[in-house]
């Protein structure tokens, strides 16, 4: 076939009646012992990626349990394990520990977390993920800040009804 004077090979469409069947071996996946990363026995490897993964999913288990300062250290210890170029895991790893400061109420330091994840956007989904979690740290700054301000109106206020002035709030 001929289109805009390039030639088609038309028989790379065309089904062919030879076509051999072949059965296939039952596929048998590993399964694991729910939690086996929280054993001692887990980190008894010298392989640098068991052991990653060992301490990332104790990070993952760590920060679901609201348990963030454990999860902190299991992400740090990961950290130690992760190749440098492998920015997949340390990116994953980095907002785990972001997210765990956010929560702990150390927004500055999950800010500066999210910064060094910043160099490493690659696509829109990281872009949106960055986003969303430097939103939550800046929102719960601010409402930081919201109950400082309310806190010093208030005293303010009390201040001035004992010493008998009148307080007046403008806007």
């Not at 289109?3 to 399964?31: M, Q, R």
């Not at 288990?61 to 299991?74: C, P, T």
């Not at 990116?91 to 910064?115: I, K, T, W």
């Not at 919201?146 to 009148?166: D, E």
Request: one cysteine or more; glycine letters at 4%.
């Amino acid at each position: 076939m001929e289109i805009f004077g390039s030639t088609f090979d038309d028989s790379v469409f065309c089904e062919t009646k030879d076509k051999v069947s072949v059965n296939l071996l039952p596929y048998k996946a590993k399964c694991c012992e729910s939690q086996w990363f929280c054993e001692s026995a887990a980190l008894d490897t010298e392989d640098s990626l068991e052991k990653q993964k060992v301490f990332k999913f104790r990070g993952d288990l760590a920060s679901r349990q609201r348990n963030y300062k454990e999860a902190l250290d299991a992400y740090a210890s990961c950290l130690d394990w992760v190749p440098g170029n492998n920015w997949t895991i340390r990116r994953d790893v980095f907002e785990g520990m972001a997210r765990c400061y956010s929560n702990l109420g150390q927004e500055e330091r999950a800010l500066e977390v999210a910064d060094l994840l910043s160099k490493e956007v690659s696509n829109t989904c990281h872009l949106t993920s960055l986003l969303r979690l430097k939103s939550t740290c800046v929102s719960r700054m601010v409402q930081f800040l919201i109950l400082i301000l309310r806190s010093n109106l208030v005293k303010s206020c009390c201040t001035a009804k004992a010493n008998g002035q009148r307080f007046v709030v403008q806007s």
